[in-house]
């Protein structure tokens, strides 16, 4: 022996029951120290102020006041349950509390009557389990920041190349990255209109590197031009937004990632303002993505303290001042705050950002050598990377089945995606082709006339227009949408220069809507609204008719479980089904039926007077027979008299009536009562042989 003592780990007991603390202290209390808390505030209370002294929870769920799915709503609230994990403490094994109490992070449970040998070993075994785990968790966050600092690099690399041509400052990307970044966590402490996380941050700040890729397709005797841009130019100019957005969306790989996402946002939009002011789409408000608006906000605090061969910089105080006065556009309210909040910090953390680091310094190593190797002239790379981007384009065209599409009026020409040009049987550069018959056989020539007047009627202002036509594509007159965007000269007035745009089969969109429809808002199974949309649609009929009366019941099939057991889980999805089709059957038109999860479901209908003598006819009606399997339901019901219009609380209130159903008997219904924790007067039964004789 050395004569270190271990010190024993600190377990919180949350139990109403006296008794009940006392036998858990008694199995445990030699092994570990043991705090009790005879409530959920309780609770809370304790862990507010000692949260990192506890290894393991046994939580009760049925308590007067704050009950366990409260604290645990607490728990996940404040982040707590990450690192204490939660025995809950339940009567019943199979009901729907330890289902919630499973989705709000309980690791296990231990039923009462209590037995020594299973509460020690499912304390010892959680406690093992969490220990793991957070050495696990230590490892991968060191191979994950090994990862992002791979990423960083690779990111400052190509951010770099990008500043290298345009010849603006060294740190200019590092600085919107760092601003970005702290603006928006400044943003979530002040509001909670933008929910973004602390890996939303991270991934936003990440993405801004890339805000000003698409000035790699713009000459470089406009991106570097020492003097004033012409409108012509500064047209020009302004396409890098669109290029870049495109540079991001024809990635061949991973366009589904949510930081490709973002990174699209950003390069899109990054120039668009508040007030509908900017460019390329004219977004206003939170049309435009808050990842886009910080990085605006972030580039021009840069912009402005920062020296360009056409500018002197602006001092911190005096970049501030323009900004909050609206002399570089319009911002978002909250950024601004967001501005002024970190004013005094701005420069400290940008300052820090300066400094560098390994990563850094082997970045711009990597691109003097990019940029140097084999005498490649900037011009030469950019034709390779346009050429590449083309491929990519080509590619995404095939495999989405869209005909894209160019007209230009000077020269006049009509230029087609690979794809497109097949599906028409036409050359992918058609020269002059009104005029020498190469579309003749495309479609009827007064619907052509109209459409080429509906294209014409545009405005700079009002670009966009969408509209049906036929088209013959191998022999076969097919319906399209077409989507289209016409270009104007910046000369006053503008002057029509040509179109873009796309085709799409309107029937075989039409015909894949359906299927993602079906998948988004029904249950795969059951083929009734799943949770999620039948909320919805709740909601929408509870604030649009809040003077009318409605009821929202809560239905559990008892002993369903049986089902899976006795038959399998493919018997049990018949009877799934066939529930759901009792369902259909006994409910209006109007009325709103889902499935919940699992066994369970819910029913949402409009009632004007016997709301006792509807209810129980459709109860009665879910009873009965499935081959061998005999149909019993437990019921909850609230009605919007007795809770009011709120979703959730309707929702909570016909679930509690159905835990009291649960706890008495089942086969019943419950209305549901303020009192209903002490009082289930209310409740109705119904008798098997009643229900087999019906």
Known sequence: ?????????????????????????????????????????????????????????????????????????????????????????????????????????????????FDALIVRRRVVNTILLYAKQKKLLGLVEEQIYEKQKQSNMMIDILSHIVEFRNGESGPHVRHIHVLTELFLRYLVQITDKYPLSRTDINQIGMASALHDIGKMGIPSEIVNKPGRLTDEEFAVMKTHSIIGAQTVEQLPYARDEEFVKISYEICRWHHERYDGRGYP?????????????AVALADVYDALTSERVYKKAFSHEKAIQMIVNGECGVFNPLLLQCLVGTADSIQEELRKSEQGDVSQ?????????????????????TLQLLEHERMKQSFFASMSKEIQFEYTVSP?????????????????????????????????????????DAVRSTSPEKPILEY???????????????????????????????????????????????????????????????????????????????????????????????????????????????????????????????????DEFLIFLEY???????????????????????????????CTEEVGIDYDELFHAADQALYNVKQTERGRYCFYEKNMQTDCSAISSIETEETEGE
């Open 361 to 381: 310094r082997n970045a711009r190593n990597i691109i003097e050598e990019v940029l140097n190797k084999e005498g490649m002239s900037a011009s030469e790379r």
């Open 608 to 638: 004007k007077t016997d709301i006792h003598t509807l209810v129980d006819r459709i109860f009665h009606s879910l009873h009965g027979q499935y081959k061998h399997f005999s149909i019993s339901v437990s019921m909850g019901v609230a």
């Open 412 to 452: 006049p020409m009509l230029t087609l995606n690979t794809w497109g040009a097949e599906k028409l049987g036409l050359p992918e550069v058609v020269q002059d082709p009104f005029q020498d018959g190469e579309l003749s056989n495309m479609h009827e020539t007064k619907t052509g006339r109209e459409i080429s």
């Open 281 to 293: 789409d004219g977004l206003k408000g939170d049309e435009i993505p808050i990842s886009a608006q």
């Open 1 to 113: 022996m050395n004569g270190v003592t271990e010190q024993k780990k600190k377990v919180l007991i949350v139990d109403d029951s006296e008794m009940n603390r006392a036998l858990l202290v008694d199995m445990l209390g030699e092994e570990y120290e043991v705090v009790e808390a005879e409530n959920g505030m309780q609770a809370i209370e304790i862990l507010q102020k000692f949260e990192n002294e506890f290894s393991i929870m046994l939580l009760d769920i049925v308590m007067p006041g704050m009950n366990g799915f409260e604290v645990l709503k607490l728990m996940n609230q404040y982040h707590w349950i990450e690192n204490i994990p939660v025995i809950m403490i339940s009567s019943e094994s199979g009901s729907i509390q330890v289902e919630r109490a499973y989705e709000l992070g309980v690791t296990d449970f231990i039923s009462r009557p």
């Open 468 to 598: 049906d036509f036929q088209l013959n594509m191998g022999g076969e007159l097919r319906w399209v949408r077409i989507t289209s965007r016409t270009i104007w000269s910046t000369d006053e007035p503008p002057r029509y220069e040509g179109v873009i745009g796309k085709a799409v089969d309107i029937h075989e969109t039409h015909e894949q809507m359906k299927l993602l429809e079906q998948k988004a808002f029904h249950d795969g199974l059951t083929g009734l609204f799943n949770h999620s949309y039948a909320r919805d649609r709740i909601k929408e009929r509870l604030e649009g008719r809040k003077d009318c009366k409605f009821i929202l019941a809560i239905l559990d099939m008892d002993k369903f479980k049986q089902a899976n057991d006795q038959w399998g889980h493919m018997f049990g999805d018949q009877v799934l089904i066939h529930f759901a089709e009792l369902i259909r059957k006994n409910i209006r038109g109007g009325d709103i039926a889902a499935r919940v999860g699992g």
